[in-house]
């Protein structure tokens, strides 16, 4: 006797499954070739199991399609997760490159900002020239009177 089992709405735990058994019937042999019979019952019952099984096909293809699709999707996140961490790269070169150029900004700033504003050396050396001109013609004017 063939037991076949039956997986159309079946639970994942492998101990909820309906046992289907094809029905015995009568052995008939015609012209020498040997025939199954089967009361209208049995037939009913066999036609059953035969929705189930198409039932069964039907839902395994429309899994294994939605397997190929997640597949597909799977290698398409993957696509993206690599090219966000290229991204995520040449964005960190580019942040690096960029703290760099305000750093030396930066540095050039504060040493601007506490150089003492006297001017250049050149006006230093000018106003040390007419001071000591100047204090030369009242040291003589001095000397004179």
Not at 77 to 87: G, M, P
Request: with cysteine; net charge negative.
């Amino acid at each position: 006797m063939l037991i076949v089992t039956s997986t159309a709405n079946a639970d994942p735990n492998p101990q909820d499954y309906e046992l289907f058994k094809v029905p015995k019937g009568q052995t008939k042999i015609i012209d020498g070739y040997r025939h199954q019979c089967l009361n209208f019952d049995e037939f009913t019952l066999l036609l059953e199991f035969e929705a189930s099984m198409v039932e069964c096909e039907m839902e395994t293809d429309l899994k294994d399609e939605k397997i190929e699709l997640l597949e597909l999707q799977i290698t398409d996140l993957k696509i993206i997760t690599q090219l966000q961490k290229q991204t995520g790269d040449a964005m960190k070169v580019e942040n690096d490159r960029l703290f760099g150029l305000w750093k030396d900004e930066n540095k050039k700033r504060h040493l601007a900002e506490n150089k003492p504003h006297w001017g250049s050396w050149m006006g230093w050396t000018v106003a040390g020239v007419s001071t000591a001109v100047l204090a030369g013609f009242i040291i003589k004017d001095q000397l004179s009177d």
